[in-house]
């Protein structure tokens, strides 16, 4: 059974960055055609989709944060990590590490979400 537990400061100041981890167990991030991805939900709104990082170690940005968005990952402790860069408070949400599986075309592994507060 494949885990995500995300983690990371909840809180951090507008124009600091913020960057979760999301450990996975279960199964190894290089395994092919699973890409691995941040999810986050502000308060009140819809799911916006920030990037993911792929087995073979190829990141993509969405568009609306692309300039302040980084994913990165550790394989030797199996974890990926996202940086986005000078935060706002419009940046307060929880943020969602999930696996999509390229094959099944489906989000099949979720982590509970981890909240993260900007502060002005």
């Known amino acids: 059974q494949v885990q995500l537990q995300e983690s990371g400061p909840g809180l951090v100041k507008s124009s600091q960055s913020l960057s979760p981890t999301c450990t996975v167990s279960?199964?190894?991030?290089?395994?092919?055609?699973?890409?691995w991805t941040w999810i986050r939900e502000p308060p009140g709104k819809g799911m916006e989709w920030i990037g993911y990082i792929a087995y073979s170690g190829r990141t993509y940005y969405g568009t609306f944060l692309k300039s302040h968005t980084s994913i990165s990952r550790d394989t030797s402790r199996n974890q990926f990590t996202l940086q986005l860069s000078s935060v706002t408070p419009e940046g307060t949400a929880v943020y969602y590490c999930?696996?999509?599986?390229?094959?099944?075309?489906?989000?099949?592994?979720w982590g509970q979400g981890t909240q993260v507060t900007v502060s002005s």
């Open positions: 999930t696996r999509w599986r390229s094959g099944f075309q489906t989000y099949d592994y």
């Open positions: 279960g199964g190894s991030i290089s395994t092919n055609d699973y890409y």
